[in-house]
Protein backbone atom coordinates (compact mmCIF):
# COMPACT_ATOMS: atom_id res chain seq x y z
CA UNK A 1 0.00 0.00 0.00
CA UNK A 2 1.23 3.50 -0.51
CA UNK A 3 -0.59 6.64 0.35
CA UNK A 4 0.36 10.09 -1.04
CA UNK A 5 -0.86 12.93 1.45
CA UNK A 6 -1.49 16.81 -0.16
CA UNK A 7 -2.56 19.92 1.29
CA UNK A 8 -0.18 21.13 4.05
CA UNK A 9 0.65 24.61 4.09
CA UNK A 10 0.79 28.01 6.46
CA UNK A 11 -1.94 29.54 7.33
CA UNK A 12 -2.65 31.61 10.39
CA UNK A 13 -4.86 30.92 13.91
CA UNK A 14 -7.91 30.34 13.30
CA UNK A 15 -7.76 29.49 9.56
CA UNK A 16 -8.61 26.14 7.53
CA UNK A 17 -6.81 23.45 5.46
CA UNK A 18 -8.07 20.42 4.15
CA UNK A 19 -5.48 17.54 3.40
CA UNK A 20 -6.01 15.19 1.25
CA UNK A 21 -4.38 11.23 1.19
CA UNK A 22 -4.97 8.81 -1.75
CA UNK A 23 -3.86 5.07 -1.14
CA UNK A 24 -2.63 3.02 -3.90
CA UNK A 25 -1.48 -0.78 -4.17
CA UNK A 26 -3.35 -3.76 -1.81
CA UNK A 27 -6.14 -1.01 -1.24
CA UNK A 28 -8.48 -3.65 -1.29
CA UNK A 29 -7.00 -4.89 2.63
CA UNK A 30 -7.06 -1.50 4.00
CA UNK A 31 -9.23 -1.47 7.30
CA UNK A 32 -8.80 1.87 9.04
CA UNK A 33 -7.71 4.71 7.44
CA UNK A 34 -6.65 7.89 9.17
CA UNK A 35 -4.26 11.45 10.18
CA UNK A 36 -1.62 11.37 12.70
CA UNK A 37 0.63 14.22 13.51
CA UNK A 38 4.38 14.82 14.98
CA UNK A 39 4.82 17.95 16.39
CA UNK A 40 9.05 19.17 17.07
CA UNK A 41 10.40 17.20 20.00
CA UNK A 42 7.01 14.97 20.71
CA UNK A 43 6.05 11.50 19.81
CA UNK A 44 3.69 10.99 16.80
CA UNK A 45 -0.17 10.88 18.42
CA UNK A 46 -3.34 9.82 16.96
CA UNK A 47 -6.02 12.66 15.38
CA UNK A 48 -8.77 10.75 13.47
CA UNK A 49 -9.60 7.59 12.30
CA UNK A 50 -11.82 6.38 10.22
CA UNK A 51 -12.92 2.36 9.86
CA UNK A 52 -13.90 0.49 7.04
CA UNK A 53 -17.32 0.40 8.58
CA UNK A 54 -17.96 4.48 8.91
CA UNK A 55 -16.76 4.76 12.43
CA UNK A 56 -14.38 7.58 13.21
CA UNK A 57 -12.16 8.74 15.91
CA UNK A 58 -10.73 11.91 17.05
CA UNK A 59 -8.53 12.93 19.51
CA UNK A 60 -9.75 15.31 22.50
CA UNK A 61 -8.02 18.06 21.39
CA UNK A 62 -9.06 18.13 17.87
CA UNK A 63 -12.54 17.13 18.96
CA UNK A 64 -15.29 20.07 16.96
CA UNK A 65 -12.67 21.42 14.76
CA UNK A 66 -11.46 18.71 12.34
CA UNK A 67 -13.46 16.38 10.43
CA UNK A 68 -12.12 13.11 8.88
CA UNK A 69 -14.12 11.97 5.31
CA UNK A 70 -12.65 8.36 4.46
CA UNK A 71 -14.04 7.68 0.64
CA UNK A 72 -14.02 3.85 0.33
CA UNK A 73 -14.17 3.72 -3.45
CA UNK A 74 -11.81 6.53 -4.36
CA UNK A 75 -9.40 4.67 -1.42
CA UNK A 76 -8.94 8.42 0.20
CA UNK A 77 -9.04 10.41 3.61
CA UNK A 78 -9.63 13.50 3.67
CA UNK A 79 -8.85 15.95 6.84
CA UNK A 80 -10.80 18.99 7.02
CA UNK A 81 -9.17 21.10 9.85
CA UNK A 82 -11.12 24.32 11.11
CA UNK A 83 -10.28 26.76 14.11
CA UNK A 84 -6.55 26.32 13.39
CA UNK A 85 -4.33 26.99 16.52
CA UNK A 86 -0.88 27.39 16.70
CA UNK A 87 -0.88 24.16 18.73
CA UNK A 88 -1.85 22.26 15.64
CA UNK A 89 1.34 23.31 14.08
CA UNK A 90 2.78 19.31 12.92
CA UNK A 91 3.75 17.10 10.09
CA UNK A 92 1.06 15.56 9.48
CA UNK A 93 1.24 11.43 8.60
CA UNK A 94 -1.50 9.59 6.46
CA UNK A 95 -2.05 6.23 8.05
CA UNK A 96 -3.43 2.97 6.67
CA UNK A 97 -3.82 -0.33 8.75
CA UNK A 98 -4.06 -3.60 7.17
CA UNK A 99 -5.49 -6.76 8.50
CA UNK A 100 -3.91 -9.78 7.46
CA UNK A 101 -5.50 -13.15 8.47
CA UNK A 102 -3.29 -16.23 8.08
CA UNK A 103 -4.08 -19.80 9.32
CA UNK A 104 -1.81 -19.20 11.85
CA UNK A 105 -2.65 -16.14 13.11
CA UNK A 106 -3.94 -12.55 12.53
CA UNK A 107 -2.26 -9.28 12.31
CA UNK A 108 -2.33 -5.49 11.34
CA UNK A 109 0.26 -3.96 9.16
CA UNK A 110 0.51 0.06 9.59
CA UNK A 111 1.60 1.79 6.44
CA UNK A 112 2.66 5.34 6.67
CA UNK A 113 2.53 8.73 3.86
CA UNK A 114 5.95 10.73 4.21
CA UNK A 115 4.11 13.20 5.58
CA UNK A 116 2.88 17.29 5.39
CA UNK A 117 3.49 19.99 6.92
CA UNK A 118 0.97 22.08 9.02
CA UNK A 119 2.18 25.45 10.02
CA UNK A 120 -0.08 27.43 12.28
CA UNK A 121 0.82 31.21 13.46
CA UNK A 122 -0.06 33.15 15.68
Known amino acids: VQLVESGGGLVQAGGSLRLSCAASGSVSYINAMGWYRQAPGKQRELVAVGTSDGSTNYADSVKGRFTITRDNAKNTVDLQMNSLKPEDTAVYYC?????????????????WGKGTLVTVSS
Open 95 to 111: NAVVHVATIERNFDIDY
